[in-house]
């Protein structure tokens, strides 16, 4: 199986959640950790987190710092964290990158493995839940100067995925819920 990177996008000042949901705690486990766990136990390797808002504090969490990634102009929007990552990618061996974000703790390793299964240069695939297109997203490396050139505002790669013919929906629904956390009161229980 092609190598598949682990990009965990953690930059965002969380506005409507009173601060940066990669600080948060679910069950005594800040997102961040999570997060990075659930992309190890589903495969993912080399990883990558783009890293913004409070960056300090979110860094200090980390086990390796070395794998963080600051985006400069991470305030713009998620497009800003996708290209940071992507980026930092071009300097590894990876064949493509699995790209989760920090505030969906109801991705499971598996919903990862699953969608880590498709991997290679020219894939483009997404888990899907029921049938809706969700996260994680799959980005082969022959895609990511495409997807680069794209990625503005909040969108990240929603616009360079909405033009693919080729997009492999992978159904998740039967391992987890792809629901992410928008407030506080999210994290009281599971979807």
């Known amino acids: 199986m092609a190598e598949a990177g682990g990009l965990l996008l953690a930059a965002g000042a969380g506005r409507r959640f009173g601060g940066p949901k990669a600080l948060a705690e679910l069950d005594g486990e800040p997102l961040l950790l999570r997060a990075l766990r659930t992309l190890t136990e589903g495969g993912c390797g080399p990883i990558r987190v783009v890293l913004g808002a409070q960056a300090d504090d979110v860094r200090a969490l980390l086990p390796d710092p070395s794998i963080a990634v600051e985006a ?23 064949a493509s990158v699995l790209v989760h974000l920090v505030d969906l703790p109801w991705v499971g390793p598996d919903i990862i493995a699953r969608v880590r299964a498709t991997a290679g240069p020219e894939a483009a695939a997404r888990a ?17 100067p495409e997807i680069a050139d794209t990625a503005r505002g909040d969108r990240g790669a929603r616009d360079w995925l909405a033009t693919r013919t080729d997009l492999q929906l992978v159904e998740c629904a039967d391992l987890g819920v792809g629901s992410d956390v928008d407030r506080p009161g999210d994290l009281r229980s599971k979807p």
């Open 72 to 94: 400069e102009d991470w305030s713009t929007g998620m497009g800003a964290s996708l290209r940071a990552g992507l980026d930092a990618f071009t300097e590894t061996e990876a």
């Open 128 to 144: 899907s839940y029921d049938g809706v297109p969700g996260h994680p997203v799959l980005l082969g490396r022959r895609w990511w």
